[in-house]
């Protein structure tokens, strides 16, 4: 009796390891059913082509248009041109000039709804999709990042060998509409400044709050570094893109501190570009600050979207990643 209770439970356990097998090899696919369902898409905005087009993607049957129309309204362009990839349906309700005058508008706001029609008419033949990917913009999804390394020499040790030391710090930029920015120079690495790149940092001295034009593709912005000798920071910019449309790079033209009286020194929310207008590169308001124009830490700014601050290669240290090439 025991020993065919014995057989049993033998035999039930190498048919639940068969079935364990099993269902390791044979993998349940239950999209494979949605296959060979075709739909008929939306055609594309203005166009006049009747002809009916037969498309294999499923993804929108679940989908009304108003609610895939909502859902494009509510995420940023450099998104919706990630979701143009997906199918042909989407590619043709993203082409919809609804989210790029919306994007436009609130990438040149400073410039006035008006004056931003005329641009695009004028200048983009009537597309906000165009103005959005021909016209210089500085983003504000992100981080500015110019990384910089120099070469310093260690002490020599029984003057047998001359050590040297590869030192690496990095330039912040984070863009505000309304011609705001902030600032910091530290060795601190991207996913530490990241959390704290805010006007709150500011009170506590973490970084430093400026103003800043733009100009075509130039940016100029300036910013006040308080204390006993109040000093300008200005930088010169231009930007440009690896694609159309990016602008997700910035080259550093110059970079020059200069002295300024206390009494033109404006206030908390002063402009401060109004203050250095006109300045020359060698002009300084304050004899005991000379104006200086750098030339080292010249290295051009890359931008880093927020999600990918935590995964940035940026973040390498100097032993993986001496040097980096912004291209």
Not at 6 to 19: C, D, G
Not at 78 to 99: D, E, I, M, S
Not at 170 to 176: A, E, G, S, T
Request: include cysteine.
């Amino acid at each position: 009796m025991a020993s065919d209770y014995a057989k049993n439970i033998v035999a039930e356990l190498e048919s639940a390891s068969q079935l364990r097998a099993a269902g390791f090899f044979i993998t349940r696919r239950p999209w494979l059913d949605l296959y060979g369902v075709n739909v008929r898409p939306v055609a594309p905005f203005g166009s006049t082509y009747s002809k009916p087009v037969v498309d294999s993607s499923l993804i929108h049957r679940c989908l009304p248009d108003e609610l895939l129309f909502e859902i494009f309204a509510r995420i940023t362009p450099y998104n919706l041109g990630k979701a143009a990839c997906v199918c042909r349906k989407w590619r043709n309700t993203v082409r919809n000039p609804v989210f790029w005058r919306n994007a436009c508008l609130k990438a040149w706001q400073i410039s006035g709804v008006v004056e931003n029609y005329k641009l695009m008419q004028s200048n983009y033949d009537s597309s906000w999709r165009k103005m959005w990917l021909s016209r210089p913009r500085v983003r504000m999804d992100g981080i500015y990042v110019s990384r910089n390394t120099y070469i310093r020499a260690g002490v020599a040790e029984w003057k047998v060998t001359n050590p040297v030391h590869v030192v690496c710090y990095f330039r912040y930029l984070r863009f505000y509409p309304a011609g705001r920015f902030l600032y910091k120079n530290s060795s601190e690495k991207l996913k530490d400044v990241v959390k704290f790149m805010n006007f709150r940092s500011t009170k506590a001295e973490i970084c430093h709050s400026g103003r800043f034009t733009m100009s075509e593709d130039k940016v100029e912005g300036a910013l006040l570094y308080p204390g006993m000798r109040p000093t300008i920071w200005r930088i010169r910019l231009r930007l440009r893109g690896t694609i159309p449309g990016a602008n997700n790079r910035m080259d550093l033209l110059s970079i020059v501190t200069s002295g300024v009286q206390e009494s033109e020194v404006p206030g908390p929310d002063g402009d401060i570009l109004g203050v250095v207008e006109g300045w020359q590169d060698d002009e300084t308001h304050n004899p005991e600050v000379p104006a200086i124009s750098h030339t080292r830490g010249l290295t051009p700014f890359v931008f880093v979207p927020f999600e990918e601050a935590e995964t940035s290669v940026l973040n390498l240290p100097v032993e993986r990643m001496d040097y980096y090439v912004p291209g």
